[in-house]
């Protein structure tokens, strides 16, 4: 369907008959297509975006075709970005958000796969607790913010307890869902071989269950950014939110629009990394799920 | 198993009884057994015959899932009201008995706030999951169908599906203002993508052969879509209409709660601003279940129109 060319020839040409040869007479179209297909993903990506920015900093500098107090220019987005690390406020804001952000990762990891491996593992306690987390998993928590705000004043407390509710819930159904499907097969050669049951637990379950924490866990940290950054944006004095909320409020749309583009690639980063790291450590690659 | 598999489904499974989390115990009708070997254990032959066990322990054994979750919710409240009256582990300024939140829901539905503002979220958030459907399908299929958008396309819709969109929210406020047009905007802008993104990524799984056979019976293009690709991908379709869901309610309640002089989200702000905690609480309870609801509801669609593709359950 997707590349009607190539199934045409293929499918005309027998194992033993001579290649086919591509009778040339494509135009600029096919030919501009062909160098689409053969480019790699990464070279595409950039040559898209360079034509995006160039676009949007031709319309938004000559055309105007939307008043750029709403859209900066990529430029001026640029120089926003610029300055404010110059002056020290990106560094200021990053690291108060990232120092909420590690503590809440930390955190909710650790007791999301804790939970997970318990609740997975024993049955009575996944059918007592199944509902909640599912309820809770479901439910936007920012629900749950401006009471918490209320109840614990400005301080780093409800926003490190929003971005532990945004990175547990990922995680623990990930980690359920691979205790639950661990094979019978293996559990039963364990025991064969004379494995107690926190033996069966430790060396089966456990290794078994890493690649969908591993799944969970890049789930639940880029969930865990997005509470990050709600979390400042209503009762806080600081932080990449609380930035951003007051660039708009002064009507410097271009700072607010570099800090958006710093979680953007923060967001980035940390999908990235979690995604390299795990192929240089043993069996943590993530589960095809 | 030595010790009965007690508390393990682990070492439960050892034992290879799935025990009581079937629906029901069927019994199978004793003339039928030990004759040939029936459609259940893996034979041919005729079913078993199912004897309905009636009473209470039909009932029980019917029930048995709905009832332990309806006596696990009954404990968690009366614990958390007995805990909350005697011995407040929480100043119950915060964290209210129970009954002062079931009293304060019912006196904000009989005054009619309640029901206003949610009708209100609930208008906003179904024209804009409208909306991303109408959008998001189509470009979806397009961007799955034809290599050229997709590799146009293809890498900006990654970047902000992958993108915590809500991000640009306060933006958006300001250049439309607090209204119901920003509210839509920005749930739209969080529901198209996984959208987008879950309908393209089916359109890549279907079975070129399957294309090529209706191609030779002599479908077009049209109706290979029509007929192939659609069917083939509406399990994927289904799933990111799901996640479209989960994502448009946060974008609700986001924008709701800090952007809002309207809906639930307001309500919840409102009252936290007072320190009327039985409020707050009695509006996220609606907010709670109403998104269990919608989120079991797309479910059991998924279940339903798609009961040969349980695998992609994420």
Redesign the interface.
Known sequence: ???DAD?DTR?AAGPLSPPVQRVSKDGPRQRF?RL??SAPGVV??VV??VV?IAVWQYAQTRIRAVPPL?LPPPSAIWHALLENFRNGQFQQNIAFSLQNYGVGLAIGASAGVAIGLVT?????V???LT??I???Y???N??????L???LGFTPLPKIIMIILGVIFPIIVNTIAG??K?D?SL??AA?VFGAN?LQ??LKV?VPYTVPFIMTGLRLGA?RG??YM??SE??GSTNGL?YM??QA?HR?Q?PT??A??VL??VM??LI?QVLQIVPRFLPHTREAK? | MS?GGR????????SGSR?H?SKARVETAPDRQGQTPTARDGGIGPRPREIEVTGWKGFRQRHW?GL??VL??LV?FVVWQLVQTYTPVV?T??VPVPTAILKDLWENIANGVLIEQARYSFTNMLVAYLLSVLFGVPLGLIM?????SR??FG??IW?LY???T???A??V???FGIGAPATILVIAMNAFFPLAINTMDGVAT?E?NL??AARVFGANRYQ?LRR??VPYTLPWILTGLRIAV?RA??G???VE??FSPQGL?YL??Q???V?D?AT??S??LI??IS??L???LFRYLEAKFTPWSQ??Q?
């Open positions: 369907m997707t590349r199934v499918s297509g689409l297909r595409l990506l898209s975006l995006l709403y997975g593992g024993i049955r009575k996944n059918i007592i509902p909640y599912w309820a809770l479901s439910t936007p920012i629900a749950f913010q401006p009471i705000i209320v109840a205790v639950e661990v019978g559990l039963r025991r049951r069966l637990y379950a880029t950014l997005l950054y709600i944006i209503y939110g951003v909320l708009t009507f749309t607010a629009f800090g958006v979680l953007v967001s980035i999908v799920i | 010790d508390g393990g489904d682990i070492l439960r499974r050892l025990g989390m899932l332990v979750g696990n919710f968690f100043d300024q915060w799955g169908v034809s290599r050229m590799m146009l890498p900006y970047a992958a993108a915590p809500i991000a640009i306060p933006v406020i300001l250049i279907v070129e294309v090529r290979v192939v690709v989960t309610l946060l609700m309640v986001f709660v800090f989200g919840i702000r009252a936290s601003d320190s905690a707050a609480y509006v996220i907010v709670v998104s269990v919608l989120v079991q695998e992609i994420i």
